[in-house]
């Protein structure tokens, strides 16, 4: 099957990642988090890459899941996966609440609103000491358990925040290859001629904005499990903010772009670490450049690049046929 | 029979009346086309038409039913189709995924059994790839299914938008200035496609510019005039109409035709 | 009850004329340039922390220069974001620049970090400490130079685009870049000039208000926040609706600090925005644009 290469080949490496390095901290602690934030990210990108949406407020829905799934597991006593079915179903009807408002506007507006929506959620985790725990945090979440199987080491967590993450580019890239995928892109293109061809606009936002959210409010769950205590700071503006920046660097409207980000932005500061008080200012230059040079994003950019040589070896035509990126693998 | 009938049409944007009390009515079956100077209304009627303006009074009965308040998507549903004088095409999508946006309506899988990818979406899929198909080929542009849509030039763009309507199944296919930018060979094929799409039995309401085309092509012309009705019938009324003459070549040039 | 409100009024109104600064900076650099520029509140940061560092010690200069000198050091770095960064990537999507304005951001935080620390550092006020008594409510020396030093940039910017040619090139340029070009004027520049004003009125923004708030290298975060809320609240397009929008804006978290929770005032400020967005989806001021098809 053509259209599911490229997960086939996301699967074989998060496979093998394991076996060729087992103890090491980058494949067991650092890419666990990374595959969070590809969930995160792949769930985004269907949005912004996809819709054209933007947010800048998505990890508000992390939060929500996160908290809904501390607060249930500790404070009620819920076991895990039903707080975590709570938790989405606490996030998607918010969602699907502010979606019609929300998703009116364009452009900078548009951020604005999601912004803003990501501040007002945070304020309220702060606030609500009494049910959040407040800035100091939530702890003793319970870990996961699958039909007896406790995840409760780092490789455990590795096997299941990967199975998850492949569940999810799996759903989205169904998601994109489908009636629903195209109205998506079409709303992008031109909303006006996707309305013209039968698409109602505003349903198909509401609906892409509620599947956003639902895979944010997942990873936040996943999350909370997995670090057994959330404190508001990882839901800040500032994480929203990683997030776009994920999904942009690996590439807009593609999904192993929006993985690609998500393990590059996951594993950068851990290495730019080295460079200790010039950390920040690194990480900020490398995000400039990368956009002012990369602005299709690396993922792309580098797979563009990759296939016109390859054109190149096999026929030198002067000027290779633009290829269609994503949008190809339906050829089924 | 009356496809679409429209009466006593109004619209004005901040004071300035762009269409005032128009009505006409367009039989099914035929090529419609509206004519008229630079400004007389003729995009503003068509957005009415598409649900994308409302009018200010005055009523659109597309099939007997009124339209107007209805959503774009509500009145292509009910079989009414456009394309657009500055293209409005799904730059970030291969041409046949263009198309397959047409057949939206034709579908009906949702985002969930999408996402699982169910096997009835996969049926689907093909039925859209295959009725996508025969609409790229119907307008001649089988060679450029895999293309994306940014990479091709702009003659071809206007029958992709053209392929892209088809794909909906209209009835009523709302066409606005199709031969804008073309060249002869390209204006000529498309008179040719319009005649077809006629003949499949698809009524078609046209805005152009190019008078020969226009006189070639059409059934009946309706010629606006600063939003208002100017004259009506077929082709060969409408050239020898004097007030058509002079308010397309003046006043002192009289039975230029 | 009336002199406490009037105590939160003067508050958000020095709020407020703060916000005012950082949001004509955003509605500059956007109309001239179609982009959101979200480095706009680290100029805020620059011109102050500049000024702290030249004025501060024994060999520090004398504070007049000091200011001087730091607001041409912030205007210097708004040029060069706009000559290295912004203007490389032109053509490039809303979020492509968006992502470059947060990495530019990031960087000068960074170096703001590496030359400075993460230490919070005051201004003295520009003409002492002694409060100012109006009723019930008091108000420092510093408040009216904010207020003052706001009105004075509010005006001068007003006159700017109203009055000079160099003003009114730039506004051509946001209005249409190629016509802009073709009659001759140098749009390479005006984007210079353009993002050269919006820093310096960011910077100045920074100095007056630094003696009350503090200051230090994430300063400019939550202000640039603020500043572009303020900027949407008034509708992008129009300078003076940003400024009405960050009055409006240091008003509304002011009274509700005062009057409902200090915790929310942010969430509360917000509220309000996302509530005018609901109604008025360009905001106050701005003009809803039509599309044309």
């Known amino acids: 099957m053509k259209r599911l290469r490229g997960l086939f080949l996301l699967t074989l490496l998060v496979v093998i990642l394991p076996l060729l390095f087992p103890d090491n901290y980058y494949v067991t602690v650092v890419a666990v988090s990374a595959a969070l934030h590809a969930i995160l990210a792949v769930g985004l990108n269907l949005l912004m890459g996809y819709a054209g949406l933007i947010s800048l407020g998505h990890a508000a829905f992390f939060g929500i899941g996160a908290y809904t799934s501390g607060i249930v597991t500790t404070r009620f006593g819920l076991d895990p996966w039903s707080a975590m079915a709570a938790g989405m179903l606490l996030t998607g009807t918010i969602a699907f609440v502010m979606a019609r408002p929300i998703l009116r506007l364009k452009g900078h507006y548009l951020a604005m609103a999601t912004l803003g929506l990501g501040i007002i959620v945070q304020i309220v985790l702060v606030q609500t000491e009494e049910l959040t725990g407040g800035p100091d ?102 994480f929203s903010i990683e997030l776009v920046t994920m999904v942009v660097l690996g590439g807009m409207a593609s999904t192993f772009g929006a993985v690609f980000g998500a393990f590059v932005l996951t594993f950068l500061p851990e290495l730019l670490v080295i460079f200790e008080d010039y950390e920040v200012m690194i990480f900020g230059a490398i995000l400039m450049l990368m956009m002012i040079f990369l602005p299709q994003g690396l993922f792309v950019g580098l797979r563009d690049l990759l296939r016109r040589l390859l054109q190149q070896q096999r026929a030198p035509a002067p000027a290779p046929v633009v290829p269609a990126g994503e949008d190809k693998h339906d050829a089924a | 029979m009356t496809l679409l009938e429209v009466q006593g049409l109004t619209k004005s944007f901040g004071g300035v009346t762009a269409i005032a009390d128009l009505g006409f009515d367009v039989p099914e079956g035929q090529v419609y086309s509206v ?77 969930f059994s999408a996402a699982l990818r169910l096997p009835g979406v996969v049926r689907e899929e093909r039925e859209a790839r295959r009725l996508a198909r ?124 | ?84 960064a912004i203007a490389p990537a032109r053509g490039a999507s809303v979020v492509t620049t968006i992502i470059i304005t947060i990495g530019a951001s990031i960087f000068l935080r960074g170096v703001a970090l590496l030359v400075w620390g993460k230490d919070i550092f005051a201004l003295p006020a520009f003409s002492g400490d002694a409060p100012i008594h109006i009723g019930q409510a008091t108000l420092l020396p510093q408040n009216l130079w904010v207020m003052g030093g706001a009105g004075l940039m509010v005006l001068g910017v007003h006159w700017f685009f109203g009055h000079t040619t160099i003003g009114k090139a730039v506004l051509a340029c946001s209005c249409n870049r190629t016509a802009a070009h073709l009659v001759g004027i140098n749009v390479g520049l005006m984007m210079l000039i353009a993002y050269g004003l919006s820093a310096f009125l960011g910077a100045m923004a920074g100095v007056l208000v630094a003696p009350i708030t503090f200051t230090s290298y994430d300063a400019g975060v939550m202000l640039g926040l603020k500043g572009f809320a303020a900027a949407i609240l008034g509708g992008m397009g129009n300078p003076m609706g940003a400024v009405a929008g960050g009055l409006l804006l240091g008003l509304i978290e002011s009274l509700s600090a005062g009057l409902i929770s200090s915790g929310y005032k942010d969430a509360i400020g917000f509220v309000i925005l996302l509530l005018v967005l609901f109604f008025r989806p360009s905001g106050l001021f701005g003009r809803a644009s039509v599309e044309r098809v």
């Open chain 2, 134 to 257: 025969e609409a790229l080929s119907f307008c001649d542009l089988e060679r450029f299914v895999d293309q994306r849509a940014d990479a091709l030039p702009y003659g071809v763009l206007k029958r992709l938008e053209i392929a892209r309507a088809l794909a909906v199944g209209p009835k009523l296919l709302l066409m606005d200035e199709p031969a804008a930018g073309l060249n002869d060979t390209e204006t000529a094929e498309m008179q040719r496609l319009i005649r077809c799409i006629c003949e499949r039995g698809i009524t078609v309401l046209l805005v152009e510019h190019n008078m020969g085309l226009v006189m070639r092509v059409s059934d009946r012309i309706l010629v606006l005039d600063y939003g208002t009705r100017l004259a009506e019938g077929t082709p060969l009324e409408i050239q020898n109409d004097r007030r058509v003459i002079e308010a397309y070549l003046g006043g002192e040039v009289q039975y230029a035709v």
């Open chain 1, 137 to 238: 945090g939530l702890g003793g979440i319970p870990p996961l358990s699958l039909f007896g199987w406790e995840v409760d080491s780092d490789l455990r967590w590795y096997m299941l925040m990967s199975a998850v993450m492949l569940l999810v580019v799996w759903l989205a890239l169904n998601i994109i290859d489908s009636r629903s995928g195209r109205a998506l892109r079409a709303l992008h293109g031109s909303e006006v001629a996707a309305e013209m061809m039968g698409i109602d606009t505003t349903v198909t936002k509401t609906g892409v904005f509620v599947v956003a959210a639902l895979s944010a409010s997942l990873a936040g769950s996943l999350f909370a499990h997995q670090q057994a205590f959330i404190s508001p700071d990882s839901f800040n503006f500032f």
């Open chain 2, 35 to 111: 004519i008229g100077p630079n400004g007389a209304g003729k995009t503003t009627l068509f957005n009415m038409l598409s649900g994308i303006y409302h009018p200010d009074e005055g009523s659109i009965h597309f099939q007997g039913r009124e339209i107007i308040g209805l959503q774009p998507h509500k009145m292509a549903a009910m079989g009414l189709s456009r394309t657009f004088q500055n293209l409005q095409m799904f730059f970030n999508m291969s041409v046949l995924d263009n198309v397959m946006v047409g057949c939206h309506l034709r579908t009906g899988s949702g985002l």
């Open chain 3, 1 to 84: 009850m009336a002199d406490q409100i009037l105590q939160f009024l003067l508050t958000g109104i020095t709020v407020g004329a703060t916000y005012a600064l950082v949001a004509l900076g955003f509605a500059i650099i956007y109309n001239a340039s179609d982009v959101v520029n979200f480095a706009q509140g680290e100029f805020v940061m620059i011109g102050a922390m500049s000024a702290v560092a030249l004025s501060a010690g024994d060999g520090g200069l004398p504070m007049p220069v000091a200011l001087l000198l730091a607001v041409l050091i912030t205007v210097g770095v708004g040029v060069l974001l706009q000559r290295f």
